[in-house]
């Protein structure tokens, strides 16, 4: 069975500090692993996705993540926070295309 | 238009209301699904449809009841509802369903039931 664990609903950076969330997943065979972002009265957006190619992933707005099979994690990262990354985090992963299994979601709060 | 579009943005009804959400994708995909997020909780896939034939239904109760006219638009019809049912109801569409295909997710439809 998959799940996703995302470690710590909420998480504070200062603006220009680097942003770290954690995800963890669970899955019987190597799965798809995406990060979606949600603004305010928004849909979920997509930031970047692994599919097997390279273990690091670059994304949009300068955001990045990193698949490591021994740990079966796949943190984000930003090196650099703005006040416009404030927003929902959620991690998900895939073994089939259809059944997508989110986290519970990081709330990420920049302070200036 | 672009994109997932969802209407309405806001519905308040009551539990003897009948409704429907409408979701229309303009991305030509072909599979297209229905989701409940509610405050402190993982997205929960409702239903899933793929070439206009249902593929998942994940025990939703019968007061919840898609359509799936064409490849293109996507409805929830509602009634008798639950005042926990109240919550954000996410529209998204895939190319397939396919792994790997990121889904594309539309703004959402805020529901209150009273």
């Known amino acids: 069975a998959q799940s996703v664990t995302q470690l710590g609903s909420h998480v504070s950076v200062s603006e220009g500090a680097l942003v770290l969330l954690r995800c963890n997943y669970s899955s019987s065979v190597p799965p798809y692993l995406f990060w979606y972002v949600q603004y305010p009265n928004q849909g979920l957006q997509l930031l970047l996705k692994y599919t097997s190619a390279a273990t690091l992933v670059k994304g949009i707005n300068g955001f990045e993540a990193e698949f490591k099979k021994s740990e079966t994690s796949f943190h984000l990262t930003k090196p650099s926070a703005h006040m416009s990354d404030a927003a929902e985090y959620f991690c998900?992963?895939?073994?089939?295309?259809?059944?997508?299994?989110f986290g519970t979601g990081t709330s990420l709060t920049v302070i200036p | 238009e672009t994109g997932v579009t969802q209407t309405p943005r806001h519905l308040v009804m009551g539990m003897t209301n009948k409704k429907s959400l409408k979701c229309e994708q303009h991305?030509?995909?072909?599979?297209m699904y229905w989701y409940k997020q509610s405050a402190k909780k993982p997205l929960e896939l409702m239903f899933v449809y793929n070439f206009k034939e249902q593929t998942e239904n994940n025990s939703v109760p019968s007061r919840f009841s898609p359509e799936c006219p064409n490849s293109s638009h996507l409805f929830l019809h509602l009634h008798t509802l639950q005042p926990e049912d109240s919550a954000l109801y996410l529209c998204?569409?895939?190319?397939?369903?396919?792994?790997?295909?990121?889904?594309?997710f539309g703004p959402g439809t805020r529901l209150t039931v009273l």
């Open positions: 991305l030509g995909h072909n599979a």
């Open positions: 998204a569409s895939s190319q397939d369903g396919l792994a790997g295909n990121e889904q594309f």
């Open positions: 998900a992963v895939s073994e089939t295309g259809n059944q997508f299994y």
